[in-house]
């Protein structure tokens, strides 16, 4: 992009450079996209919406532990070394309640934070307070609600991380990464659940493999106030003005109050048109967000929302 001002297009945390333009991963992997497999799972197509991203101004890129994604971005380093890679490990990450992966019984995961978040007498059914306005943003990630069965303490306690699959992945990043997302789903639960000692874990295995952690939530209201007094240096957080919380307001100023940088992504919001990018990254600027992630389908939708994008953070001098 001409006139791109490389001054703007980063800052520092913990003597790094950190992009103020991130391109998320999601849409390179199995979810969260329309194209067919065979083609969005390729390195080179990763590659050719990375390397137009940065022609475009962007200087961060969501790396999931994905081979198309870390090939893609291996090359993309070599041709432009001052790419930033952010590190996404936590999908299936190794949380863990027994033998079972956490996410399988996120339902009763959620059920459990829904009842000690609105510290509801347990004998109040979890379906009524799924009707709650203000708990609808769990309602559709409870996949039986007809037999909702919240976690005994006993059972909160036995929750771990599979170190193994945690750490294979920190391989995969190491060397090549200079951030890397600690949380996601499992920021939130553990969060709602009391167990912070295994984020702990986490955060101390990322720097042992020399990324910087950086956390990552959905509920804002929940967790920024948490996570702020972690040894986290950032903390992204999900955008969507209509599902980023419990409660909004309270979301709202945890974001506001954060005093370490904010990074958001879902920035496009329910509609996920780039009509609204101009308005959400201004509303998102007004409460102190300082960087930007945004998922892309094909060059199109690169060439036509990237500019948007950095006009509107006046990256452009």
């Given at each position: 992009?001409?006139?791109?001002?490389?001054?703007?297009?980063?800052?520092?945390?913990?003597?790094?450079?950190?992009?103020?333009?991130?391109?998320?991963?999601?849409?390179?992997?199995?979810?969260?996209?329309?194209?067919?497999?065979?083609?969005?799972?390729?390195?080179?197509?990763?590659?050719?919406?990375?390397?137009?991203?940065?022609?475009?101004?962007?200087?961060?890129?969501?790396?999931?532990?994905?081979?198309?994604?870390?090939?893609?971005?291996?090359?993309?380093?070599?041709?432009?070394?001052?790419?930033?890679?952010?590190?996404?490990?936590?999908?299936?990450?190794?949380?863990?309640?027994?033998?079972?992966?956490?996410?399988?019984?996120?339902?009763?995961?959620?059920?459990?934070?829904?009842?000690?978040?609105?510290?509801?007498?347990?004998?109040?059914?979890?379906?009524?307070?799924?009707?709650?306005?203000?708990?609808?943003?769990?309602?559709?990630?409870?996949?039986?609600?007809?037999?909702?069965?919240?976690?005994?303490?006993?059972?909160?306690?036995?929750?771990?991380?599979?170190?193994?699959?945690?750490?294979?992945?920190?391989?995969?990043?190491?060397?090549?990464?200079?951030?890397?997302?600690?949380?996601?789903?499992?920021?939130?639960?553990?969060?709602?659940?009391?167990?912070?000692?295994?984020?702990?874990?986490?955060?101390?295995?990322?720097?042992?493999?020399?990324?910087?952690?950086?956390?990552?939530?959905?509920?804002?209201?929940?967790?920024?106030?948490i996570l702020e007094k972690e040894d986290f240096p950032a903390h992204w957080i999900y955008a969507d003005r209509a599902q980023m919380s419990l409660n909004h307001e309270l979301a709202i100023n945890a974001v506001r109050n954060a005093s370490k940088p904010v990074t958001a992504f879902k920035i496009l919001g329910q509609t996920g048109s780039s009509n609204d990018i101009e308005s959400n990254?201004?509303?998102?600027?007004?409460?102190?967000?300082?960087?930007?992630?945004?998922?892309?389908?094909?060059?199109?939708?690169?060439?036509?929302?990237?500019?948007?994008?950095?006009?509107?953070?006046?990256?452009?001098?």
């Amino acid at each position: 992009m001409d006139n791109l001002s490389i001054s703007k297009t980063s800052y520092l945390i913990e003597g790094r450079p950190y992009p103020v333009c991130i391109l998320g991963g999601d849409k390179f992997c199995d979810w969260f996209s329309v194209l067919p497999p065979t083609e969005r799972l390729t390195a080179e197509y990763a590659y050719s919406i990375m390397e137009l991203s940065y022609e475009l101004g962007v200087r961060g890129f969501d790396i999931s532990c994905r081979f198309n994604l870390i090939e893609a971005f291996s090359r993309l380093r070599k041709k432009f070394p001052d790419a930033i890679g952010i590190g996404n490990p936590n999908w299936m990450c190794g949380y863990k309640l027994g033998n079972l992966h956490l996410w399988d019984i996120r339902d009763r995961v959620i059920s459990t934070i829904v009842q000690r978040r609105l510290n509801q007498k347990s004998e109040l059914a979890v379906n009524d307070l799924l009707m709650a306005p203000e708990v609808y943003r769990f309602e559709k990630f409870i996949i039986n609600k007809n037999n909702i069965n919240p976690l005994t303490e006993s059972e909160i306690q036995q929750i771990y991380i599979d170190e193994d699959i945690w750490l294979n992945r920190m391989k995969m990043l190491q060397g090549m990464i200079d951030f890397c997302l600690v949380g996601s789903d499992y920021a939130d639960w553990m969060c709602g659940l009391g167990r912070l000692d295994l984020l702990r874990w986490q955060i101390d295995s990322v720097r042992k493999h020399g990324m910087i952690p950086v956390s990552v939530s959905s509920w804002a209201d929940m967790t920024i106030p948490i996570l702020e007094k972690e040894d986290f240096p950032a903390h992204w957080i999900y955008a969507d003005r209509a599902q980023m919380s419990l409660n909004h307001e309270l979301a709202i100023n945890a974001v506001r109050n954060a005093s370490k940088p904010v990074t958001a992504f879902k920035i496009l919001g329910q509609t996920g048109s780039s009509n609204d990018i101009e308005s959400n990254i201004s509303w998102l600027q007004r409460l102190g967000v300082k960087s930007f992630v945004l998922g892309l389908e094909n060059l199109e939708q690169a060439k036509e929302s990237w500019p948007k994008i950095i006009r509107t953070l006046s990256l452009v001098d």
